[in-house]
């Protein structure tokens, strides 16, 4: 199981609020993305946050955060078909743990993300985050 942090912050009244949230995400495959904007937009709502910047991390060396649309699922798919193409599962790689591919595939994408808050809204229309996990070899 991994772990996403997201924290969210607003300054009022020259007063700074944060709220930090852990969510537990389970993987079923070596190369998966989940649409985690619910659970995010939830701990948004339940702040007293109107307008601010929510963060959010994944503090795995393999495993990212990334924005990107909802409208057709196909483009996900495109994604790690392209991840593939780009940085196949087994080549001469020189890390002794054998998840070299997972390491790469995660700093592509980046550990996190900032989210614009304005009127409590940490989503839009066509954007989704998505949480990545990217080939961990271990079993989980």
Request: aromatic fraction near 6%; charge should be negative.
């Amino acid at each position: 199981m991994n772990q996403i942090v997201y924290e969210a912050f607003e300054v009022v009244a020259s007063e700074v609020v944060f709220v930090t949230h852990r969510l537990s995400v389970r993987t079923r495959s070596k190369v998966e993305f989940q649409n985690i904007t619910r659970a995010v937009q939830e701990v948004v709502d339940s702040s007293r946050i109107e307008n601010g910047v929510c963060y959010v991390f994944v503090p795995h060396t393999t495993a990212a955060v990334t924005l990107n649309e909802q409208a057709d699922p196909s483009v996900v798919e495109d994604i790690a078909e392209q991840l593939e193409a780009i940085v196949p599962q087994h080549d001469n790689y020189h890390h002794s743990e054998g998840n070299s591919p997972a390491h790469i595939k995660a700093s592509l994408f980046g550990s996190s993300e900032r989210l614009s808050l304005s009127g409590k809204s940490a989503k839009s229309r066509s954007l989704v985050v998505a949480y990545c996990k990217i080939v961990i070899l271990m079993d989980e």
